[in-house]
Structure formats: C-alpha cells, structure tokens
C-alpha cells in the first residue's frame, strides 16, 4: 500500500494493470463477486491496483479512466478505514479462492 498524491500518474506506472477505483457510486460486490475479479486477473496474469480516494474523493477524470468503479459501502467513512475494508476483502478473496474456512 502506498499514498499517491492526486496529480500522479500512476496510469502509466502500470498501463496494463486493471485499475480498479473506489468510489461510493460504482458497483456493490458481495464476496464472491469480488473474489471473481483476483479468480480472472490470477487467469489473464493481469495485475490489479486499486485507489482509494482521499478526504475529497477521487477526481472526476480518474473516474473516467478507471476499468472498474467499486463501491465498499454507501456509507461515507475515512479512508484510513476504506484501505482497511479493502484490506480485509482481498484476503477474504484470497481465502475463498483457495477454499480456505475462514471466509464462512
């Protein structure tokens, strides 16, 4: 995890990474779902980076750019405590992938 101020480039840090942002208006995934998206990188050999917007959110033209908008929750939180969700969600796709018991 690292911290991007908004005018970096991180497009062309990874050009063919599937960027995957946060935002409160993109889509509602349960788990499953959401472990489908690592199930079909893990089958491209794509990598995947996700952005959590900050205290203003994200800027309207990453939104544009973005490959996939995914919402956490409609409800607005920290976005020290959006990275932790997130967090926890990639290891639960990670467990429910390899039917690992946690994720029950």
Not at 72 to 82: G, Q
């Amino acid at each position: 995890m690292s911290e991007i101020k908004p005018d970096a480039d991180f497009w062309s840090k990874h050009p063919s990474a599937q960027k995957i942002l946060l935002d409160p208006a993109g889509r509602s995934l349960d788990s499953d779902a959401f472990a489908g998206i690592f199930a079909k990188a893990e089958m491209t050999g794509r990598d995947l980076v996700f952005v959590v917007g900050g205290h203003d959110g994200l800027p309207q033209a990453w939104r544009d750019r973005a490959d996939l908008l995914v919402s956490l929750s409609v409800m607005t939180m920290p976005h020290e405590l959006a990275r932790a969700v997130l967090a926890e969600q990639i290891y639960r796709a990670f467990t429910i992938l390899r039917g690992h018991p946690y994720p029950r």
